[in-house]
T-cell receptor, first 114, second 115 residues
Framework: KQEVTQIPAALSVPEGENLVLNCSFT??????LQWFRQDPGKGLTSLLLIQSSQREQTSGRLNASLDKSSGRSTLYIAASQPGDSATYLC?????????????FGAGTRLFVKA | GAGVSQSPRYKVAKRGQDVALRCDPISGHVSLFWYQQALGQGPEFLTY????????KSGLPSDRFFAERPEGSVSTLKIQRTQQEDSAVYLCASSLNGGTNYGYTFGSGTRLTVV
């Protein structure tokens, strides 16, 4: 059974700092990995989607890497801003789940102080 | 539509009441998923549709939960005889098709509170 773990559970940083959020998964036979952002009381916004054949994806100040063999992904946020404050969720599709399900981690709650 | 639309946005139900939650996926999206998110947790898979076919319902927590997508577009998640542990945010997501090249687009969710 696929399990997804995110570390740290919560993070508070001053504005301008570069930071890394970690995601690990137990079954490396995944199809893709997706990072989402969730603001309080809101739905999920997709940030980056990495296919199993890819090593990384970039969008603006965000960079996500994938090491499938070790079951790890990182989300790098450069020059953090107060508007980045949200919960960041990592989700993997596949990996012993029948291929259709996407399994989520519990998220990292980020607070960027002005 | 431009995004995934869910209604109602909020629902308060008395224990024992039946509720129906609606999801309008992005037009043309073949795949539709329902997730349940408890406070402070990541979303948990409930069920998956490919067009009108329910291909996986292994995440539905009990036989009080029922989902349908009769015409392959709008989907309804029904919960019968609601209980307090059903209180959660119910999220719907759609994807262009079942291919793994595509990610999910989520709606804003329905927050269900059972009192």
């Amino acid at each position: 059974k696929q399990e997804v773990t995110q570390i740290p559970a919560a993070l508070s940083v001053p504005e301008g700092e570069n930071l890394v959020l970690n995601c690990s998964f137990t079954d490396s036979a995944i199809y893709n990995l997706q990072w989402f952002r969730q603001d309080p009381g809101k739905g999920l916004t997709s940030l980056l989607l990495i296919q199993s054949s890819q090593r990384e994806q970039t969008s603006g100040r965000l960079n996500a890497s994938l090491d499938k063999s070790s079951g790890r992904s990182t989300l790098y946020i450069a020059a953090s801003q107060p508007g980045d404050s949200a919960t960041y969720l990592c989700a993997v599709r596949g990996g012993g789940t029948g291929g259709f399900k996407t399994i989520f981690g519990a998220g990292t709650r980020l607070f960027v102080k002005a | 539509g431009a995004g995934v639309s869910q209604s109602p946005r909020y629902k308060v139900a008395k224990r024992g009441q039946d509720v129906a939650l609606r999801c309008d996926p992005i037009s043309g999206h073949v795949s539709l998923f329902w997730y349940q998110q408890a406070l402070g947790q990541g979303p948990e898979f409930l069920t998956y549709f490919q067009n009108e076919a329910q291909l996986d319902k292994s995440g539905l927590p009990s036989d009080r939960f029922f989902a349908e997508r009769p015409e392959g577009s709008v989907s309804t998640l029904k919960i019968q005889r609601t209980q307090q542990e059903d209180s959660a945010v119910y999220l719907c997501a759609s994807s262009l098709n079942g291919g793994t090249n595509y990610g999910y687009t989520f709606g804003s969710g329905t927050r269900l509170t059972v009192v």
